[in-house]
């Protein structure tokens, strides 16, 4: 029986899974789990791998555990809502569903932003320092995200608390999901998000206005194929992803700097290197930890042959700290560090994310004007984290000012 060298269920992988990354890219960087998928963790491999245009439809996925597991959790939420996203489809189906909301969801667009992102920023910062104490997640990493995708897609505020609440249960999908009463509460929360967004669409064709929902909706009535269950997944999708993942560059990005305080002093005494020093923080503890391709046909990689139909694990966490590519300082934090950006926690290839725009300049107000306001920034407790092993990040930040 192969060796089990990885084993994210094993205790304390969620709170610390860098040194079981360390011991797989060490040991066995192309490996083939007991379990019946693949495990890449080395920078190079993983890099191909993503741009090697495999697929991402786990129906190409051979007969076995693995097809099995995948279509349990299809049958009870991918199925729904998030099936006809563009994270669960290959060309030519991707291609058609990023090129439409790739022409409204442009850089310019999200630069635009930057001074409503500021005005956010700073409303939660008053109110931390009126507190003293607060839960980080709370009180900023969590309602950011939250208020600019609602923004940016023009979802009416009235809306807001519950469309939260089931994007919370929703991005559980992203994680291997066991638990039968878990996927019954997913699969009913897709039903009702679902509900609620063809209702906010069915308003918007009534209601146009300059935000992101009705320009994808006018690019579909202006020909374009795109359905109302297809702008449903879209747009569930950008709350799913958009939204977690820049909460955990936050947080991530402010746990780092509160472990590392000469890295603290050095973004004080230099915030011009605020922007670089978010490229390290995705770098150095990435908002998403895996990501997964299947092959089409026998892939040789590293000396090893995975056979077609075979799913894959992509440890971008792992990549991001393989010395082969970092060099001997990977497992330190430097904000300064010159080839930061290289990192790849928004992937490559054809579905490299379409909003690191956004999570960039989100983490960017955020980090640096929260550590420019308040010198005294430090732990209040112990950081919980949120035991998930793809979109890690903490469940409690408690911070003093």
């Known amino acids: 029986m192969t060796e089990l060298l990885f084993n994210p269920f094993e205790p304390g992988f969620t709170d610390d899974p860098y040194p079981a990354y360390r011991r797989l890219r060490e040991t066995e960087p192309v490996h083939e789990s007991p379990f019946g998928f693949w495990v890449m963790s080395g920078y190079e491999d993983i890099a191909a ?6 697929s991402v439809d786990d129906h190409k996925l051979a007969s076995g555990p693995v097809r099995d597991q995948r279509e349990q959790l299809d049958a009870a939420t991918r199925g729904g809502v998030l099936g006809l996203s563009m994270l669960e489809r290959d060309p030519p189906d991707h291609t058609r569903l990023r090129s439409l909301v790739g022409k409204v969801f442009t850089p310019r667009k999200v630069a635009a932003l930057e001074p409503e992102i500021t005005a956010l920023v700073d409303a939660r910062l008053d109110e931390i320092a009126e507190a003293g104490r607060v839960d ?22 009235a809306g807001h608390e519950r469309v939260r609440d089931l994007s919370g249960l929703l991005v559980r999908t992203l994680e291997p999901v066991a638990d039968q009463e878990l996927l019954d509460a997913v699969a009913k929360a897709g039903i009702e998000m679902a509900e609620i967004i063809r ?6 064709r009534a209601h146009p206005a300059e935000d992101l929902l009705s320009a994808l909706i006018a690019a579909e009535q202006d020909g374009d194929r795109l359905s109302d269950d297809e702008l449903i997944a879209q747009v569930t999708l950008l709350y799913v992803a958009g939204h977690e993942t820049t909460m955990n560059l936050i947080a991530n990005g ?18 011009e290197l605020a922007a670089n020093a978010v490229e390290e923080f995705l770098r150095y503890d990435s908002p998403v930890q895996q990501t997964r391709r299947i092959t089409l046909e026998p892939y040789t990689v590293a000396g090893r042959t995975i056979p077609a139909r075979t799913f894959v694990i992509a440890a971008l966490a792992a990549a991001n700290r393989d010395p082969r590519f970092w060099g001997d300082d990977a497992e330190d934090l430097r904000i300064d560090r010159e080839l930061a950006r290289n990192h790849i926690s928004f992937g490559a290839g054809a579905h490299h994310c379409l909003g690191p725009a956004l999570a960039r300049l989100e983490g960017r107000v955020a980090i640096e004007r929260l550590v420019r306001r308040f010198p005294r920034l430090g732990f ?3 950081v919980e984290m949120n035991g998930r092993m793809n979109l890690r990040g903490p469940q409690h930040l408690p911070v003093s000012v």
């Open 49 to 54: 791998l993503l741009r090697a245009g495999m």
């Open 136 to 157: 980080l997640m709370a009180a900023l990493a969590f309602p950011l995200p939250f208020a600019v995708i609602s923004k940016l897609l023009g979802i009416p505020e």
């Open 199 to 204: 209702e906010i669409i069915a308003w918007k």
């Open 254 to 271: 402010v746990t780092a700097l509160l472990r590392n305080p000469g890295q603290l002093a050095l973004l004080r005494e230099r915030p």
């Open 380 to 382: 209040a407790g112990e």
